[in-house]
């Protein structure tokens, strides 16, 4: 007598929904959809706080399993992912991450597909109706530094609109900000700091700050706050700054801007730069010929030379 017979498919199918719930947080939630024709298996809500707090963190996901994943230096090919796909994953308004699972291990590895594609943008544009994906085998979602990593890739694409205006804005303005760091300090520490100067440090300090925290970059300022109270505590008047503790913010701050020119020049004139060759050329200029070296050894000399320049 014949019955039906569960395709193996099918079978997978099961087996990678149950190791990626086993591997996930717990207090995550995971949303299977019925219809996956077009490259999207579910999505999952990402519980970012203590509390358990549902605070719309969202990531699409598309699984792909093997029964064994081959490693070769710490790398893994994923092949035959249809361009059509990717194009849909690109266009969709949350990041989109493929999960690639190992059923034998029971192991989960992760792409970011945005931060992927920008990585490798010529290769993906020069393909023609697939191409592969390269996975990393630090990227285990099981393993503490791969949820580290899962988390910063997810919080880098939810905000990669607002991280790129901001560093358009710090790149544009960069000769002004730089003046305004270097010729504000070292004042007479007992004077009043006008109200146009300290609203020029706070938009600075939020640029900066925003900057910083969607990167490994350690945010190394005072707060706002904390340096009204420390001046409140030397000087005893309310509400106002005096140069004493502006000149130690910009000090600080000085010190966060180098860091965070460094990092993003490395990310999009080399890391990515295909990518930003084509997308932003203008961005990708500037970035390119700011020379930090020469900076850091001698700020004043270089905005001296940037004055002496057309190059801003």
Known sequence: MEYPKRHKNHVNESKSWSITSNVLPEEWIIRQLNERDYGIDGYVEIILNNEGLVSGDVCYIQLKSTEKIKWKNGKAKLSNIKKSTVNYWLSLPAPVFIFYIDLDLKELYFCSIEGYIRRNYDKYLNSNDTMGLI?????NLETKIGLINFLYLYSLEKHKEEIDSSLRTLVMH??????????????????IVEEERIFCLIDL????????KHTPIKWGCM?????????FKAFGEISELHEL????????LQKQLFEILRHYKELFTVVEVDYWRKKDVLLFDRLERID????????????????NSLLY
């Open 223 to 231: 707060d706002i706050r904390e340096m009204y109270e420390d001046d």
């Open 245 to 252: 503790f502006l000149t130690k913010m910009l000090v600080q």
């Open 135 to 139: 996975f990393n085998q630090l990227y």
């Open 174 to 191: 960069f000769k002004t900000y730089l003046e305004y760091i270097l010729y504000n300090q070292g004042r007479d520490q007992f004077l």
């Open 292 to 307: 930090l070296d020469a900076l850091e050894k001698d700020p004043y000399e270089y905005l001296f030379n940037l004055d």
């Open 205 to 212: 300090y939020k640029l900066l700050k925003t900057l910083s």
